[in-house]
């Protein structure tokens, strides 16, 4: 039984879906007019382990993941830039899609953009206006009628009265409520607008997600989801369009990631603590780490990003490809020791045990790591047997398949930043140590150890130290070890 907290209800609920074993998920996207930042990364990926967790446990998914590619922040850095907003949202868009990609969050099984569903977008507002939900407002725009829904609040819990008491009546003058907001704005001269029933204009945020859900996923699906700051008002305005719309219950369960902190502080650039994913890798920090850190704490529990924290994270990684591998190289003798299967089977129970309790990162992590504690004890003392290792190959194999850390593509990763910083005149925004450990190919660290292995096995130590002080140097540490010699780039 998969447990998850439901925003609307306020507690851990069962997820049933709809139609048995089909998960139908929307989850807002981003707003496409700059780099993917980590407060938008750990939302994602906090999504991609959702997706990726219920597949595992045998359910079919439709991940719907929209794109906001019209907005009035969209516009103003389409001017700023001086460039057609086409040519800012696809270039954003690729841009998100290639970050994505870094920290192996897989693509969603629809991306829908805005723009892309303007007829049920206005089919939409058409129906809310003939059920007396929405009017049109002296200015040009069509309104949403917040006093006409009575279930207005129910996500957040915020009351009428209240928000009315610090509402600003005298900016709004043409609303007939000072809640009331907008389904359909009028266009404004040099502004991009479509045709409409209402005259030229663009539509509102909030009325672009019911209108992109409903037409993928239907009048009422199983998982919305999206960042705690879309709570109020972006999700509560969702629910009264789309029930007020369709008279019926919109999303079964609501799931809100909680905001992060960095270094104890919100993220703004004004305190000097925003990062995009492509600052964090031209400072030299691998993407797995990242993508680790993000889900490293439960998503509805506050997380502080920390640089220390992304150190941790990197040894952490490093720890599970290093025992994955000696777990692969194989060699051990014949059997199943009984202590390290029951160890084993713990470690499964324990991970899908936690995951399954309102997708706890944490304690799933826990429960790997004490198996790598215990098997490579075991591998030390001589005790872990083939049998073993074939059993813990496969929770390492449903771990990652969620997790998605062990594949090491790091080096290949920060070239590509590397890549897009040197062609963008950012180059010198790269750690510079960086630049001269990749520049230093794996062909050529491969050679130096063989060459430093060898010169211990002629006596020459004096080479071998030379060697490995070189290696050092262009950041590559080495493990010696009982299975040979390892490498990796710090």
Known sequence: MIRIH?????????????????????????????????????????????SRYLRHRGYKVTYVRNITDIDDKIITRAAENGEPIDALTERFIQAMHHDCALLGIARPDVEPRATQYLPDIIAMISTLIEKGYAYAAANGDVMYAVAQFEGYGKLSGKRLADLRAGARVEVDEFKRDPLDFVLWKHAKPGEPAWDSPWGAGRPGWHIECSAMSTALLGTHFDIHGGGMDLKFPHHENEIAQSESATGHTFARHWMHVRFLLVEGKKMSKSEGNFYTLRDLLLKGYRASAIRFLLISVPYRHQMNFTFDGLTESTNAVDRLRTFYQRMCKGGFAEGLDAEIAAATAKAARDYTASLAN?????????????????????????????????EILTVLALFDGVFAVLEDRDAEITRSALTWAEAEGRIGDADPSLVATLAFTDADIDALVAERTQAKKTRNFARADAIRNELLEKGILLEDGKDGVRWKRK
């Open 6 to 50: 439901n925003s609307l209800t306020r507690e851990k609920q069962e997820l049933k879906p709809i139609t048995p074993w089909h998960v139908g998920m929307y989850v807002c996207g981003m707003t496409v007019y700059d780099f993917l930042h980590i407060g938008h990364a750990r939302m994602m990926t906090v999504f991609d382990v959702v």
């Open 358 to 390: 309102d997708l706890n990162t944490a304690e799933a992590r826990a429960a790997i790591f004490d198996l790598v504690r215990a098997a490579n004890s075991a591998a030390d003392s001589g005790t872990l047997r083939a049998g073993n290792v074939a």
